[in-house]
């Protein structure tokens, strides 16, 4: 916990924090933000739903950092409570209801009027639930539980700590980005995979359309504020923008898209997103020497080790202006890339690295069992006639791998890296993926490696 503000600490609506559409590469016009005050409570693990709550939680801040307005830490045998109560516009009406949850460390289960609606696991990842079936067209309660072990359990959590110290921060533990509602008639787009290419001048449209029976779909690519292609696409299709303007740092360009699927000749679903014209790859440079290209040219990506940690709000962004301000910051020091390190942030961010020009290497983020016991640095010991990654353990005072994690968080730690990649494939800045944090939980290198490529070889 830490008692310095930022800057933005006193411009936080508490009312309803970062209140801006939080999902830009894929924005519906009808939307309810559920952020703001809580009911939170704190008990053991044998409780059903708490009798009572301790008191208000300004939800998407963690519970452990000042903007949360509680500041309070849980251990491994504590569990997390939230509770609020919502109701349903005429919006909603005839319409799936689906609810948002942009990131709850770690583990979750969602209620809706004591019913449970689904559980999750993963705390950087992104999930949604139809709570139709569940709600009422009155007042409506819904109950979060939240089971985060922090570093006592084998999860992903990069630098979290239960006692920070050193490069080990404080722990996030619950709801910690923004929570919200919408709505979607039974026929609706449920998502869209963008792959610029250059080369060709076209941009790769692949869209997944939940529909029982004839359906069409229409794109419009505008330019600004100039339509310069509108027509009728398969679920797999090819675009050509013409005369394209390329994306970089040095002039974020972006095309806008607007996708309207059409049955029997209506508009059931609108959906829009954005994307630009680059490309990433490797190539030798005039003397030979491999280089990382952008828009295929050598281009030297200088840049910064990003945290994104905030000293009132935690892994949270006090604001989107914040947000906004970090990156043009750097921007304004010269750097045009930065490493967001062993976490994943919300996707406004990424939206503003995008629309401001700014490269991102996107770390996946590290766990593994008993990670909080071990010296920061990776320590290269000569073994058997090999050099493998090894730390210092401060607890036995013994080299010990830290690739010695057991089965099931290898599993989950492919899972999560794979959905994290999925989420964020439409990113228009990030340009690399790096899987290992300098050895962190660090196994089967070459196999994950390999992987990564395959699954996004535009990377």
């Known amino acids: 916990m830490s008692h310095i503000k930022t800057i933005f600490y006193d ?7 970062l209140n801006e559409y939080p999902r830009p590469q894929f924005q519906r016009d009808f939307w309810v933000n559920l952020n703001g005050e809580f009911d939170y409570a704190i008990t053991d693990a044998n409780t059903t739903f708490p009798e009572k709550y301790d008191g208000k939680i300004v939800v998407p801040f963690a519970i452990e950092c000042a903007l949360s307005g509680v500041e309070k830490h849980i251990t491994k045998d504590d569990r997390l409570w939230y509770r609020k109560n919502f109701t349903l516009s005429d919006e909603f009406k005839d319409k799936r209801v689906i609810i948002n949850f942009d990131a709850v460390d770690w583990e979750c289960k969602v209620y809706v009027n004591k019913k449970l609606v689904g559980s999750h696991q993963g705390g950087y990842n992104a999930f949604s639930f139809d709570i139709t079936d569940y709600g009422t067209d009155g007042e409506n309660e819904l109950v979060v539980y939240v089971y985060d072990p922090t570093d006592e359990g084998w999860q992903q959590r990069g630098k979290q700590a239960t006692s920070s110290h050193g490069f080990w921060y404080t722990a996030t533990s619950g709801i910690w980005q923004t929570v919200w509602l919408e709505a979607v008639f039974a026929a609706h787009i449920e998502s869209v995979r963008l792959l610029p290419d250059i080369d060709k001048g076209v941009i790769n449209v692949k869209s997944v359309v939940a529909a029982d029976g004839e359906f069409t779909l229409k794109a419009t690519v505008y330019d600004g504020e100039n339509a310069v292609v509108s027509a009728e696409i398969g679920k797999d299709a090819d675009i050509a923008v013409p005369d394209f303007k390329l994306w970089s740092p040095e002039e974020p360009n972006l095309y806008d898209m607007v996708l309207e699927l059409i049955v029997d000749g209506n508009v059931v679903d609108t959906v829009k997103t954005y994307f630009g014209m680059r490309k990433f790859s490797m190539g030798k440079d005039a003397k030979g ?7 295929n040219k050598p281009y030297f990506h200088n840049g910064l080790l990003d945290q994104g940690y905030w000293c009132d709000g935690g892994m949270t962004p006090p604001t989107d202006e914040a947000m906004i301000y970090d990156i043009q910051k750097m921007k304004d020091l010269g750097f045009n890339m930065l490493r967001k390190h062993i976490k994943t942030e919300p996707a406004r961010w990424y939206y503003h690295c995008d629309r401001l020009g700014m490269l991102v290497w996107q770390d996946m983020i590290s766990g593994g069992k008993a990670l909080s016991q071990f010296f920061a640095g ?17 607890k036995d005072n013994k080299y010990e791998l830290f690739n010695r994690g057991k089965k099931e968080w290898r599993d989950f730690f492919e899972a999560e890296m794979y959905e994290m990649m999925d989420q964020l494939y439409n990113c228009v800045s990030i340009a690399t993926w790096v899987p290992f944090n300098e050895g962190w939980g660090q196994f089967d290198a070459a196999r994950i490696g390999n992987a990564v490529k395959a699954a996004d070889p535009s990377r």
């Open 378 to 394: 990776v320590i290269p010991i000569i073994q058997g006639g090999f050099i493998p990654v090894a730390a210092f353990s401060m």
């Open 11 to 17: 411009k936080v609506d508490r009312s309803c924090p």
């Open 289 to 295: 020497y491999m280089r990382l290209c952008l828009n």
